[in-house]
């Protein structure tokens, strides 16, 4: 190949980048930043929780499908009567809610939520947040104009089942530390 071939290649390459970039570029813009949240997070279904939700425009568009339940929490009573109204002339209430909440500890039990957003954390510290999210769940927090994903690690005391029967060779005993007779329930939590 010649030194002038080479260079045409070169060129048309970097015009071909240029068009994949801009290409890019015009995608990411036109992605709601509900789409962008889930795309950027990778949770793929599961309880989400946004914190702080406003006028819940962003707490029902987090709903992406059957494959999400969303609430939302706002200290402000007139964020959740407005956000309320906005999801019920979407037809999700139910599917989608949303309570007023201050407070320290958020309203759930362990390890229950895939994905918690907020762009203000209010009274709720990061290790609350990490409280309440299941192992390899996100946490999606806005400091600034920066946005920050965490994922909750996957206890090393727990195996992971790759197979219906453990793993590939069908045997379904686990390498796992926790799991033994119940002591007592997962999922009830408190007020009583």
Known sequence: MTSRSTRRWVAWLGVFGLLLASAYGVWAALQTPAQQILSETGV???????????????????????????????????????????????????????????????????????????????GAPMDEVMRV???????????????????????????EWTHDLHGPDGNPVANDRVVGPPKHYQWLAGPF
């Open 133 to 159: 999210l299941v192992p390899n769940g996100v946490a999606y927090i806005k400091t600034g104009d920066q946005w920050t994903k965490t994922v909750k690690p996957w206890p090393k005391e727990i195996d």
């Open 44 to 122: 793929k279904g599961g309880l989400i929780v946004h914190l702080g939700c406003g006028d819940g425009r962003l707490t029902a568009a987090l709903r992406a499908n059957d494959s999400y339940l969303v609430q939302g929490l706002d200290a402000d009573a007139a964020n959740v009567a407005k956000a309320r109204e906005h999801i019920r002339s979407l037809n999700l209430y139910g599917k989608i809610s949303v309570e007023q909440w201050t407070g320290k500890r958020l309203p759930y039990t362990d390890n229950l939520v895939n994905l918690v957003v907020s762009e203000n954390l209010g």
